[in-house]
C-alpha cells in the first residue's frame, strides 16, 4: 500500500486508511505498555534466578531504569525520523525493533548457565527496547491524530491513552495465574518467560497489519533546517516546555498512585502481595474505563479549560482520598479509594495523545510529541533514589501528599499556559498550513 493517499480520501474521517491508522494506534499502544510493564511484574518473581541470589532488588532497579534511559533517545531518534521520511515507515521499523528486543529476553538463560552476562543481556535489551517503544508511539499516535477529524480527536486520544491501564492489568492478572499455576521453580525457570513471548508475538501480529493496512495520510515535506534545537530553543520552544510541565505533573502522579502503590498498600495497609495486586488491577480497570472518556470530556469543554480543572481537582482531591486509602484497614474500601485515586488523578492522561498533537506543526510534530512526553518521565520515575531522602526529610505521608499537590499544581498551571486559541478544530493534516501553539 503507498504511504500518499488520494485528495478524497484525505475529506474522508472514516475513510478505511484513517480507520487502520486509529486501529494501529490503539493496538499500539497498548501492546507498548505491555512491553514497558512486562519486567515490572512478570519478571520481577524471577529475577534472583536471572541476577543470582543477592541481585533481586538491585537487578530490578536497574531494569527499570535501562528502558527509562532508553525511552528518551527514541523519542528524539525516531520522532525525526517519522518527521522527515513518513509515520508508516517509521513506526514499523520500530515495531520490529521492539519485538526483537521483547523475545530477546524470553530466551535469555539464567545466571547458572553464563552468569553476570544475563543480567548486561536484559539491559541491552530494555535500553534498545525503549528506543523503539519510543519509536513507535511517537510515530503511531501522532499519524493516529492526523487522520482523525478534529470534533473526535479527543475522543480517539482518550480510546488509545487508556491502553496503558488495560496493559496493566492484563499482565497483573496474567502474572497472577501463572504464578497460581506453577510451583516458584517452575516460574523462575520458564514461566516468566510466557508472557514476554506473547509480548513479542503480539508486536510482530501488529508490524504485520502496519505493513498490509496502515498508510501515512499525507508525505510531510521534511525540512533539514527544523530540528531539536528548534523544539527546545527555538521557535518552538514555547510549546515543548509548556508540554513538558504539564507531562511532568502527569508522570508525578503516576508514579505515586500507580507504580509506588502496591509498595505503600503493603506497608501502610498490611495487604499481601496477591491481594495488592488484586487491588491495582481493578483500579487499573477503573482507570482504564473513565480515561477513555476524558478525552473526548476536553473536547467538549475545551483542551486548556480541561487540563486546569483537572489539575486542580487532582492537587486538591487527590492527597485528600491517598490519605483516607493509605489509613483504611478494610479491603473493600481500599479497593474502592484505589480507584478512586487513580481516576481523578492519572485519567488526565486522555486527551494527552490530541494535546501534544496538536502543539507542533507535521514538519516537527513526531519529534515534539515523543519529546515531550519521554523526557518529562525521568525526573518523577526515577523517584525510587529522591522520594526516601525527601520522605525522612518531611515525613512518609507529607512527602507524598506534598508531592501530590505540586503534580496538580503542574499540570493546572501548565494547561493555563497553553494555546487560548481552539486546538480542538486545528486541522491536523501534514500538508495543511500550520503552526503550532499561539500562546496569547
Not at 487513580?342 to 486527551?351: F, L, M, R, S
Request: net charge positive; proline share 5%.
Amino acid at each position: 500500500m503507498s504511504a500518499a493517499v488520494t485528495d478524497r480520501e484525505h475529506t474522508d474521517p472514516l475513510s478505511p486508511q484513517g480507520r487502520a491508522a486509529l486501529r494501529g494506534g490503539v493496538a499500539g499502544n497498548f501492546v507498548d505498555q505491555v512491553h514497558i510493564f512486562l519486567p515490572l511484574v512478570a519478571l520481577a518473581p524471577a529475577l534472583p534466578a536471572i541476577t543470582g541470589p543477592h541481585g533481586g532488588t538491585a537487578g530490578a532497579t536497574i531494569v527499570v531504569m535501562a528502558m527509562l534511559l532508553g525511552r528518551p533517545v527514541g523519542g528524539v531518534v525516531f520522532g525525526r525520523l517519522s518527521d522527515r521520511f513518513g509515520r508508516t515507515r517509521t513506526a514499523t521499523v520500530a515495531i520490529g525493533g521492539t519485538a526483537t528486543c521483547t523475545l530477546g529476553i524470553a530466551v535469555t538463560p539464567t545466571h547458572e548457565v553464563i552468569g553476570a552476562a544475563a543480567i548486561w543481556w536484559i539491559l541491552a535489551m530494555r535500553f534498545l527496547g525503549g528506543v523503539f517503544v519510543a519509536g513507535e508511539y511517537s510515530a503511531a499516535i501522532p499519524l493516529a491524530m492526523e487522520w482523525s477529524r478534529p470534533r473526535l480527536r479527543g475522543l480517539y486520544s482518550g480510546l488509545i491513552m487508556s491502553m496503558a491501564p488495560w496493559a496493566q492489568a492484563t499482565i497483573a492478572f496474567t502474572t497472577w495465574a501463572l504464578l497460581s499455576l506453577l510451583d516458584p521453580g517452575a516460574y523462575e525457570t520458564w514461566g516468566w518467560r510466557v508472557p514476554f513471548v506473547a509480548g513479542g508475538v503480539a508486536s510482530l501480529t501488529l508490524l504485520h497489519f502496519y505493513r498490509r493496512q496502515v498508510a501515512d495520510r499525507a508525505t510531510a515535506a521534511a525540512s533539514s533546517r527544523i530540528g531539536l534545537r528548534d523544539l527546545l530553543i527555538g521557535q518552538h520552544r514555547r510549546s515543548f516546555w509548556q508540554l513538558f510541565g504539564l507531562m511532568t505533573g502527569l508522570w508525578m502522579m503516576t508514579n505515586l498512585v500507580v507504580i509506588a502503590l502496591p509498595d505503600e498498600l503493603r506497608r501502610s495497609v498490611g495487604l499481601d502481595t496477591t491481594t495488592a495486586a488484586w487491588i491495582m488491577g481493578a483500579a487499573a480497570v477503573a482507570q482504564a474505563m473513565v480515561m477513555a472518556c476524558t478525552g473526548h470530556l476536553s473536547t467538549l469543554v475545551g483542551r486548556r479549560r480541561f487540563f486546569v480543572l483537572w489539575g486542580l481537582l487532582a492537587a486538591v482531591s487527590g492527597p485528600l482520598v491517598w490519605l483516607e486509602l493509605v489509613g483504611t484497614s478494610q479491603i473493600g474500601r481500599a479497593m474502592a479509594l484505589a480507584c478512586l485515586l487513580q481516576v481523578i488523578t492519572v485519567c488526565g492522561y486522555g486527551p494527552v495523545g490530541a494535546y501534544l498533537a496538536e502543539g507542533f506543526p507535521a514538519a516537527i510534530r513526531s519529534t515534539g510529541y515523543g519529546t515531550a512526553y519521554s523526557l518529562s518521565i525521568i525526573v518523577p520515575a526515577l523517584h525510587p533514589f529522591w522520594l526516601p531522602q525527601l520522605q525522612h526529610a518531611i515525613g512518609h505521608r507529607t512527602a507524598v501528599v506534598a508531592l501530590l499537590v505540586l503534580a496538580g499544581l503542574l499540570v493546572a498551571s501548565c494547561g493555563h499556559l497553553g494555546p487560548r486559541d481552539d486546538v480542538r478544530q486545528l486541522d491536523l493534516h501534514p500538508a495543511a498550513k500550520e503552526t503550532s501553539h499561539a500562546h496569547s
